[in-house]
């Protein structure tokens, strides 16, 4: 019954698209991905690109799931006759006068970054481009006066949503997943984006890694960065005892020097980083700057560890714990590659005592974030990691969170009742007992 609805389908859609786009019949389904809807997106020459949807049923209203910066009406134009792409109460819509089951867009990337979401496109130096898969996520409804009616909040919405395969072809090499792609990459998911590059830029290659590091990044940061990213990624897997399985992404890409100071905007998806940097301060070397860079990336890099089993961390009460031990494993990886001193990680902890003193003054940890206090989870994680390693007699922070993961796997979670040293008395007695425990692991640095 299904498969000759879907027949019926077809043939719709292939003469509603005869009719006016010219000989655009669908060669390949959504179902080919498991998905529901199917984007599939392509560069054509200056600049324009184009994405086609095919459905696997008809629709008549569909709205994007991420309409943040209203930008659409500026760069995307529908060319599918009876189509229009509005503006409605904070959500971009796309109206159809009758069912259909194909619908294609022009569009300009769009490369300004967008309040609260990922950057649609990240422009590179050199005209490389990493593209936001999720961008491209339509969400089905009944008709415009019910889009109008979420008010531009997603969690109004009562469908389902459905699985989501975005297909980029391109004549220029593309990185998704880690991987090298040649000619054609799909991202199939349910609400989930990723980046997917398009360029010609050396790729830096490791075990668990492909980067893209802009070409354009000043020297004095990229020749030091480039090589510590690799290395930091080594150091990882020998703490760990492992890889990642999956090779992890990161792109870097510097955004001009526009702007006083430096300016950031960090992404992180499943296995993959993204940063995009700009600002006056990078024309020259800055230790502050470096370390900041150097702090991001070992930070970022503890983190798809600590995610490379796919275990969910209950990250509500747990951020402490991921924050914290990336912190603390962080300052292990840096050490261990010898980029950093003793003088300047017992600065950093003694700052962390005094801060994390004063968060808990103002109440309990686990409710910090309701105070608006969020960098408690990294100070005050930071140091119960510490007193977690130092307490463990032949034993270390990265083999304690490979049996934590283990634990976690069983229970479906990681919370922090799979931690002892997350008890209400714990968190009570930490600055001193914190500050004993750095003191007692310096003398023990084998730890
Ligand atoms: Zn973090």
Known sequence: MRKRLSQAILVLAFFTLASCTGPLRP?????????????????????????????????????????????????????????????????????????????????????????????????FSDGGLALYTGQFELLP????????????????????????????????????????????????????????????????????LTGVIDPGLPGWLKERVEPELAVIFDANRALWGEGLGLKATVLFAFRGFEGEGMSNKGSAVNSLLALESSGENLRTFHADILIFFRWFFAHEVVHLFQNRHGVSIDARSAAWMTEG??????????????????????DQYGDAVDDCSEYLGDGALINAARRSQFDAFYTCGDLIAQMTAAVLPNDNLFSFWNA??????????IAPKLMRSGDVECQQRLPSTAASAWSEQKKSPSR
Do not use: C
């Open 325 to 346: 031990a990336a912190n603390a494993m962080a300052i292990s990886v840096l050490r261990e590659i010898g980029v950093t001193d003793d003088e300047f990680i017992l």
């Open 27 to 123: 060669d390949v389904q959504p179902e080919e991905f498991g998905a529901q809807v199917l984007a599939t997106v392509s560069a054509r020459s200056e600049g324009r690109w184009r994405v086609k949807y095919i459905f696997d049923r008809p629709h008549t209203a569909l709205f994007f799931s991420r309409s943040s910066g209203d930008y659409r009406r500026l760069t995307w134009k529908p060319v599918t006759r009876g189509v229009s792409l509005v503006r409605l109460d904070g959500f971009d819509a796309v109206l159809m006068k009758t069912p259909m089951i194909a619908i294609e867009f022009l569009f300009t990337p769009y490369t300004q970054t967008v309040p609260k979401d990922y950057t649609p496109f990240i422009p």
């Open 141 to 208: 409804e009944t008709d415009r006066a019910a889009i109008a009616a979420l008010h531009g909040d997603i969690d109004r919405w009562q469908g389902e949503q459905p699985m989501f395969a975005v297909r980029v072809l391109s004549d220029q090499p593309m990185v998704h997943n880690g991987e090298l792609r040649k000619r054609e990459a799909v991202h199939v998911s349910r609400g989930d984006g990723t980046y997917i590059y398009i360029g010609e830029a050396s790729l830096l290659q490791g075990a668990d």
């Open 404 to 413: 934590l993961l283990a634990r976690g796997a069983e229970a479906e979670e």
